[in-house]
């Protein structure tokens, strides 16, 4: 990892190009939004976890992983507000005046046509637009299949289970991170032994059902759901079976990159009849991800 993560009350003044947004997804129209971007400025928490707890939708991704896609997009600096009940109060004037100008020594600053900033959103593209201590550069939205990308767009997408429309939208495969944990052994009674994750509540996940995925760069496929063919009593797993590979992921990070989904989740009337299906699921994910190509 190549980029500064700086908080905002340490960030020295100097001369910025710096692109502002929430950024949750960092999808194409994020990634206009930072193009030629030395720097970006975004907020943790997200801020309505401040503001509305209640309005505040599943994360596309977490700050590790954000953070790692705007790493990829050559961006030099990361800048993270501290967002709280203090932070939210100040108006659109003060951000501009102590945060753009005097802390960051903003020179240029993209945002999107969309974005609003300070207290009750009264900051707009228009009111940086008129500001001549640095220029100011709106980008409209993207578009992708005739219709506008969006955060809420691909939410929808990932929990319909659809991830090549999500793909295109992000601009690469959905990806979920979290810590390896111990199943009930199952799946390595029946053969085929996984890496389980307990999602976090806070994000989305794919809609229950059967993927081709990459987990950690190794072709899988995963389970997401409850296991209906056996009574476990249980909540949400994510069941990540490594194809032609064998490591003890215990405790370790894991991040699963979904390619495909193979079908949805179902109950199987024996174990035998399980294994079987199983058997084809690894094929089928296999399959798709020797023949994916890389955005």
Excluded: W
């Excluded at 903003?106 to 300070?118: L, Q």
């Excluded at 389980?196 to 950690?216: E, K, S, T």
């Amino acid at each position: 990892m190549s980029i500064e993560v700086t908080s905002l009350p340490d960030a020295e003044p100097r001369p910025r190009h710096v692109a502002i947004g929430t950024f949750d997804g960092v999808h194409l129209g994020h990634q206009a939004v930072i193009d030629d971007a030395d720097t970006v400025l975004t907020f943790d928490p997200h801020p309505l976890q401040v503001l509305h707890p209640a309005a505040l939708p599943k994360l596309i991704m977490p700050f590790s992983v954000k953070r790692d896609v705007i790493d990829g997009l050559g961006v030099e600096e990361l800048v993270v507000i501290p967002f709280d009940e203090e932070f939210a109060r100040r108006g659109a004037e003060d951000f501009v005046d102590h945060v753009l100008v005097e802390r960051l020594g903003a020179t240029k600053v993209s945002v999107g046509e969309n974005f609003r900033f300070g207290a009750k959103a009264q900051g707009d593209p228009e009111m940086l637009t008129s500001r001549p201590e640095f220029e100011t550069r709106v980008v409209p939205l993207v578009e992708v299949d005739g219709e506008a990308v969006s955060s809420t767009r691909i939410r929808a997408l990932v929990a319909a289970g659809d991830m090549e429309a999500a793909r295109r939208c992000l601009g690469a495969p959905f990806m979920v991170e979290g810590t390896v944990v111990a199943g009930d052994q199952r799946g390595r009674e029946l053969g085929f032994p996984t890496a389980n994750i307990v999602p976090d509540d806070r994000l989305a996940i794919p809609g229950h059902g059967v993927y081709a995925a990459f987990a950690n760069g190794v072709p899988a496929a995963v389970n997401v759901g409850v296991r209906p063919t056996f009574e476990t009593g249980r909540g949400v797993l994510i069941e990540t079976y490594l194809i032609d590979h064998e490591e003890d992921l215990y405790g370790t990070e894991l991040r699963v990159a979904f390619v495909e989904r193979l079908r949805g989740e179902k109950r199987f009337a024996g174990v035998e009849d399980l294994i079987a299906q199983m058997r084809i699921d690894v094929e089928d994910a296999r399959r798709v991800c020797a023949s994916f190509q890389r955005p």
